[in-house]
């Protein structure tokens, strides 16, 4: 099981990116699916979260900002990033709560990582 997550790059305060993280290999269902992001000298925190029913979950410095959302036919979650601050500049992390197959309890994965730089 792999998650590749895409999309990062640098943009000017006020600007849009768009991340994508999807989940490969061989499993029963993806359950839970999130975004976490680390900025330098602090630690990782949630940044939203959405369910397999797509039920959804914000920090509050993204709430309004922020847009999660999944396709569980590509087992695919994104994240809409809109009106960024240099704030929310760090390394943005995906993770899915993975079930095995032939198996009722789900295995967390992160993915690689993606660098996001907000700067004028």
């Known amino acids: 099981v792999q998650l590749q997550a895409s999309g990062g790059g640098l943009v000017q305060p006020g600007g849009s990116l768009r991340l994508s993280c999807v989940a490969s290999?061989?499993?029963?269902?993806?359950?839970?699916m999130a975004w976490y992001r680390q900025a330098p000298g602090k630690q990782r925190e949630l940044v939203a979260d959405?369910?397999?029913?797509?039920?959804?979950t914000y920090a509050d410095s993204v709430k309004g900002r922020f847009a999660i959302s999944r396709d569980n036919a590509k087992n695919m979650v994104s994240l809409q990033m809109n009106n960024l601050e240099p704030e929310d500049t760090g390394v943005y992390y995906c993770?899915?709560?993975?079930?095995?197959?032939?198996?009722?309890?789900?295995?967390?994965?992160w993915g690689q990582g993606t660098q996001v730089t907000v700067s004028s």
């Open positions: 959405i369910t397999r029913g797509g039920s959804e």
């Open positions: 290999g061989t499993f029963g269902s993806v359950e839970d």
């Open positions: 993770n899915g709560r993975i079930v095995p197959r032939r198996s009722a309890t789900y295995r967390l994965y």
